[in-house]
Every structure is written in C-alpha cells, then in structure tokens.
C-alpha cells in the first residue's frame, strides 16, 4: 500500500480524462523519482491555469481578455472557423493552411438538448458585426458534430455568407484533435459550400 500522499495524488490523476488507475500510479512515481526543482515547476504551471482566462471575443483560452489569434490584425479578419473546443484550434493551427479567425462553440449538440449553452448566438453576433464573409464549420465528423454543422448552416444561412465544411479528408467518427497535419490541411483546402 501506497503512503496516504501517493494515493490522494494517484486519485488526483486518474480522475483526468483518458487517465486510468495504472498510468496515474506510474505517472506518481516517475513524478516520486524527479527533483524538486521539477515537481516545484510542475506545481506552479499546475496553479499558473487558474489565471488563464476564455477570450471574450471567440471563447478560446487566454492569458488576457483576448486570445493570441483575435489580437493578430494580420490574419483574415473576414472568416471565422467555427471548431468545438480549443484544441481544434491548436490541430488546425499545425497545418499553416488557415489564417483566418476562430470560434469556439464549447462542444456540439447532444440528441435531445438544445444546444443553449453553446456559444451560437455569439456566433451569430459576430458574423453580423464583424463584416464576415465566410463561415467554415469545423466540427468533427461525427453524428453531434454533423448536427451541430446542418443547425448552424440553417442559422447562418439567412446572413447571406459563404459557409463551407471541412472536406471528407477526415474519416467519419474522428476527433480534430488526433488528425495528422497532413489530413486536416487536406480536409480544409478541400472544404465544400453547405447546400
């Protein structure tokens, strides 16, 4: 049996996602076996989080009101690629196919829930004052990510812009977030206006 220390901390860890028992236990004694210095720096970036905040323009994490990608004038401030959760930004960003502007919804719609906690409205209100000409939807290509795609493009749509989706590049089922650069670059050249 593990020192009460260990065992609050292998908790700690196996309540991560994609983090079972076994690998928090391993992770607690590799973190066991380093120095101080690096257990007192992984403990600080662990509490440095708490002081990152959500962009108030697309809703990605940031370290002040808005994210580094809405402060850079030098990307396309006509199209906002509308993802799920920041790390789609991040898959999509590795590409370099994108320079556009993002949006982040804050996951998709369930079957049997309205979606009012995502961050559609604001879309909306970006889309109609920020001059957009083009909205690309990101979701993954799952069955919720389709939905969360076909009920956007009915909202957007009376707005008059481009709306494109992702090109098929990605298979059915998958996550931006473990796509290959190569992929997701295709998957964006490729992307096709919603009919």
């Keep these: 049996m593990y020192p009460k220390a260990f065992q609050k901390l292998i908790k700690n860890l196996a309540s991560l996602p994609s983090v079972g028992p076994k690998m928090a236990e391993r ?3 590799f973190l066991f076996k380093q120095d101080i210095e690096k257990i007192r720096d992984f403990a ?4 440095e989080i708490k002081n990152m905040k959500v962009c108030k323009r697309c809703f990605n994490i940031a370290e002040s009101e808005l994210c580094e990608y809405c402060k850079d004038e030098r990307r396309d401030q006509h199209s906002i690629c509308v993802v799920e959760e920041p790390l789609d930004i991040i898959s ?3 590409t370099k196919a994108y320079t556009g502007l993002y949006h982040v919804l804050g996951g998709v719609i369930q079957v049997g829930d309205s979606g009012a906690e995502l961050k559609i409205p604001e879309l909306i209100s970006r889309i109609e004052n920020e001059k957009i000409t ?8 799952t069955t919720e990510g389709d939905a969360t795609a076909l009920y956007l493009k009915r909202k957007i749509q009376p707005l008059n812009i ?9 298979s059915t089922g998958a996550d931006l ?4 650069e190569l ?9 096709k206006v919603l009919l």
């Design 183 to 191: 992929t997701l670059s295709e998957a964006l050249t490729n992307r």
């Design 134 to 141: 083009e909205v690309i939807l990101a979701t993954n290509p």
């Design 177 to 180: 977030e473990y796509a290959d």
């Design 162 to 170: 481009r709306i494109t989706r992702l090109g098929r590049g990605l």
């Design 44 to 47: 600080e970036n662990l509490l």
């Design 92 to 94: 999509l960003e590795r």
């Design 27 to 29: 992770l607690v004694l």
